[in-house]
């Protein structure tokens, strides 16, 4: 997606230790029209992959959810995103699976409540990064314990040299990234064409 | 909002201590339609209260990003979303504030880093709830450290009996409430006509 390689260009800044800061337009401001073109993208690419009956769009709290609400727009099919710690509002039974924390060593459990996703839903998870693919990983876990099936993945940026692309393969579905980068370091970002 | 309101009837719970539960379209599950009208819906009443020149739409993670969101869309401005926890890419000297958290009992606080917000933006804020107005307040004070101009605020539902507009209408900005809760309790949810 031309417009999102020309912002990780001229905005992305290496920081060191693998970190990309994409805070300008992916995890702190958000652009509405490139943020609503990268769901139109999605929905155009996983489309082409041949996914179709899209019923539900599923990502994982915080930086997820803008991306994945257009993903939402674009497929016209709800938007669910699970939640990091359990709100008081959330029922017992909900479906979970858990993932290393990126920011904090730890480990983010991610919970669905059974209430928005059913055994009959067909579901593609948006996030905004593929970087070592377990926080996906975790997502398509939580999502088959309700029944649900996973057609597709979408991320706004991979980081192809993460191995993420590798985790995820074993479930065969389509795998879609707006931008890829090939390499990281000091002397800048290198995207694949 | 006639369609938020037919919504807030037919699946907003009540939970006690003043709870709604509104997961199935604001705090866990979202409509697309339902949340690109919400925005459109701030755009045109904020609109008619004479706000214009809106330059950053400004919400707090996690769920007011959504509806801020598609408020930035039908304002045409990029909307920055305030971090609760300080990433590793968020610089010195951020702008924050202070405000009680509704879950935890703590205290949270709101940052946002000087790189997407100076001293000339106009803003609007948007949030999923208007309850105390503790959090909109704190987002004002971290907002007005820029120097930046808050021009007015929008809350998906507010709750009518918590007092929060009356903690906000000391800033002298309209506020506008896409539905109005006047009572909650065990017999019902009361909305405003």
Redesign the interface.
């Known amino acids: 997606m031309k417009s999102l390689k020309e912002r990780i260009l001229s905005e992305g800044k290496y ?1 060191g230790n693998g ?1 990309l ?1 994409v ?2 337009f992916l ?7 490139l ?2 073109q990268m769901g139109r993208e999605f929905c155009k690419r996983l489309s082409q992959h041949g996914v179709s009956g899209v019923t539900k769009i599923v990502t994982a ?2 930086s997820g ?2 991306p994945a ?2 993903a ?2 674009a497929f ?6 699970a ?1 990091k ?1 359990r ?4 029922p017992d039974g909900y479906f979970s699976s858990e993932a290393p924390s990126h ?1 904090k060593g730890g480990i983010t459990t991610l919970m ?2 059974p ?2 996703l059913r055994a009959d839903d067909q579901v593609v998870i948006i996030d905004d990064f593929l970087a070592t693919g377990l926080t996906t990983k975790a997502l398509i876990e939580a999502i088959q314990k309700s029944g649900a099936r996973v057609l597709g993945i979408g991320a706004v940026i991979e980081k192809g040299f993460e191995g993420g692309r590798t985790v995820l393969e074993s479930f065969g579905v389509p795998i879609v990234s707006l931008a890829v980068i090939e390499r990281l370091d000091e002397s800048g970002i290198y995207l694949r064409d």
């Open positions: 920081l970190i800061k805070d300008g995890n702190h401001q958000l652009y509405p029209d943020t609503m709290e915080t959810i803008a609400l257009a939402a727009v016209d099919a709800p938007l669910v995103f939640r710690k709100p008081i509002t959330m920011t669905i409540s209430e928005y």
